[in-house]
């Protein structure tokens, strides 16, 4: 088949449909899931909050530490063979968790050890990667779009997963659904497609699509770096630090909420369908907020949208650590979930915008393990903190801090000068 047959069809809005599958199967009901399973295992099993948690922080250094070897396999064997491997992990862990597992030593091994690798090869990473690599111009709405799978997929386990568990008087059948997902999620990648360089296409359509577009079409409404940095270079400006910042500032939240909302609410009087609608709110925020934000970010340069998002999450944050009403709580739950949500669209379009696509897998690998080894210590450091204080007090002064300081890093983060650029 001939380039031009090839380019006929542009591929990259059929991945995009595909990568939503995967993205809702994986962050969707197997992520959010595990909110609603892990209470209810460790009530069941009698293990203390501080010591199981400890599954979920090792689990979070992990896939950290794995990211830079996972964007060495998608830079020499592409994202669709990452995510078949990482899939594949994450089916036989699930069913593990769902069948044989009984023991705390074994839940520590399979969510802590086994299956992070999983969800580096099989998750963020190479379904960003592939956005980045088929959009340029759409880049932002297309990864919002695609995110907003796991928001959709988060809203439904939350009360999904608590009825499954009520109904069937176990939490191993939440496990076992979320195997049934992930195999799901490893079916469907065997129809991503890698770079369009490979199917003789180009980023945002074919080769004669592109050259339809008019000059005012075509040109990007916010910065787009006109090469592509190598990682050494990019450690070297101000702006990939402050990116750092922005990213552990979403993620170490959503990690105390993901582990301990639930806790944290039953333990301010709230009962367990309440605490899991609540939270079920948020992510339903979540899924709300990631395609217009990421529209609005093709637009908009994304460090102004960050800044004004995560003022916001830092009001809504506050009102989830003092739950004063359910009332309450259902207002400030979505709109965390919608600051958090545009967010975590508007930090990956940001290093893509700002180092170049093909780097992105390079520089993601930098910062993944940096800021997900911080935000692993959240879940073990608050279960022990609320053993020894009986509250979540101090865990939650803490993160709000750490959003207080995103703020002025999304303003200051500014667009990088290479050393070409800076030689002008």
Known sequence: MTNTTQSAKFYGWANLRTLFTIYLLIMGMVFYGFNVIFPEMITDMGWSRGDASWAQSIRGILIGLSTPLVALFINRYGTQKSLLLGLSILTIGLFLLGTVTNQLWQWIVLWGLFMPLGFAFGGVVPIQTTISYWFNRKRSM???????????????AQPFYAWLIDH??????????ACCCALGAALCALMIKG????????PDGTHEQVKGLSATQSAAKTYQSKISWSLSDAIRTPALWFILIIVMSQVMP?????VHGIFHLRDAGYERMQAASILSFLIAGSAVARFPVGWLGDRIEPR???????????????I????????????AAPIFGFAFGGGVV?????????????????????????????????PVGAGYLVEMA???????????????????CAVLALPPASKEQAAD
Request: no cysteine; net charge neutral; charged share 5%.
């Open 142 to 156: 297309a990864l919002g779009l695609v995110m907003t799978a796991g928001g959709v997929g988060g809203f439904i």
């Open 168 to 177: 069937f008087g176990n939490w191993q059948i939440g496990w076992l659904i």
């Open 195 to 202: 770079k369009p360089e490979e199917y003789g296409q180009i």
């Open 254 to 258: 959503l990690y105390m909420i993901t």
């Open 304 to 318: 102004y949208i960050i800044a004004a998002l995560h003022s916001i999450m830092l009001i809504a944050f506050l």
């Open 320 to 331: 989830l650590w003092k739950a004063p009403s359910l009332a309450m709580l259902t207002i």
């Open 346 to 378: 508007m930090a990956p379009s940001m290093v893509a915008n700002y180092f170049g696509r093909e780097s992105f897998a390079t520089i993601n690998g930098f910062l993944l393990p940096i800021q997900v080894i911080f935000a692993s210590a959240v």
């Open 390 to 408: 009986g509250n979540y007090d101090l865990a939650f002064i803490i993160l709000s801090g750490f959003i207080a300081a995103s703020v002025a």
